[in-house]
């Protein structure tokens, strides 16, 4: 990763200490099930052991449509950056106007990616009282072919959740999706 985009969380997570506002700000968003959802609620309250929170940035929704789906109802997104044995995390919640655009939000991002040529690219895992797709990809990293990543993606009510990581262990990243609670 560019050493520039490294310090961006840096420079933030810099910038919220010295003004001395290290909390998580209090989700605000609909109560479901005696849990309030928010795009805050990317910043997990309870880190897993082991992982290191870097910081958190709200997400353009331009910048969602290029990078992951380009879908209409997007209302507000963050996304927070985690650490854990030097491989990278990240926790996107995608505030959407309503159910159906949380759930076009995940059918049109499983339909950017193609089928794979062995086993399939989409499995169903059970999590926090709801089913998350998690979906795995082939990368080359350090000269070795078909090195797993895995992403795990589901909505609650309205909110979308995606949780990925640069490793390619996949009990990891279910680990910090577990983690958000949702």
Same mark, same amino acid.
């Given at each position: 990763?560019?050493?520039?985009?490294?310090?961006?969380?840096?420079?933030?997570?810099?910038?919220?200490?010295?003004?001395?506002?290290?909390?998580?700000?209090?989700?605000?968003?609909?109560?479901?099930?005696?849990?309030?959802?928010?795009?805050?609620?990317?910043?997990?309250?309870?880190?897993?052991?082991?992982?290191?929170?870097?910081?958190?940035?709200?997400?353009?929704?331009?910048?969602?449509?290029?990078?992951?789906?380009?879908?209409?109802?997007?209302?507000?997104?963050?996304?927070?950056?985690?650490?854990?044995?030097?491989?990278?995390?990240?926790?996107?919640?995608? %505030?959407?106007?309503?159910? @159906?655009?949380?759930?076009?939000? #995940? !059918?049109? $991002?499983?339909?950017?990616? /193609?089928?794979?040529? &062995?086993?399939?690219?989409?499995? %169903?895992?059970?999590?926090? @009282?709801?089913?998350?797709?998690? #979906? !795995?990809? $082939?990368?080359?990293?350090? /000269?070795?072919?078909? &090195?797993?990543?895995?992403?795990?993606?589901?909505?609650?009510?309205?909110?979308?959740?995606?949780?990925?990581?640069?490793?390619?262990?996949?009990?990891?990243?279910?680990?910090?999706?577990?983690?958000?609670?949702?």
């Amino acid at each position: 990763m560019n050493m520039k985009l490294l310090m961006i969380p840096f420079l933030a997570l810099l910038l919220v200490a010295v003004s001395g506002c290290t909390d998580p700000a209090e989700p605000t968003g609909p109560a479901v099930d005696g849990v309030v959802l928010s795009v805050d609620g990317v910043v997990l309250e309870t880190v897993p052991e082991g992982f290191e929170y870097l910081g958190a940035h709200d997400v353009e929704a331009d910048d969602i449509r290029v990078d992951y789906v380009d879908v209409e109802g997007i209302l507000n997104a963050s996304e927070a950056f985690y650490n854990l044995d030097s491989a990278d995390y990240w926790i996107m919640g995608v %505030e959407m106007d309503s159910v @159906e655009s949380a759930e076009n939000f #995940i !059918t049109q $991002y499983k339909a950017g990616f /193609g089928s794979l040529a &062995v086993g399939n690219r989409f499995a %169903e895992v059970p999590f926090n @009282e709801h089913d998350a797709t998690v #979906i !795995t990809k $082939y990368i080359t990293a350090g /000269g070795e072919y078909n &090195v797993p990543r895995y992403s795990y993606v589901w909505n609650n009510e309205n909110f979308v959740f995606l949780v990925k990581g640069n490793t390619d262990d996949a009990e990891v990243v279910l680990n910090l999706a577990k983690a958000t609670g949702f």
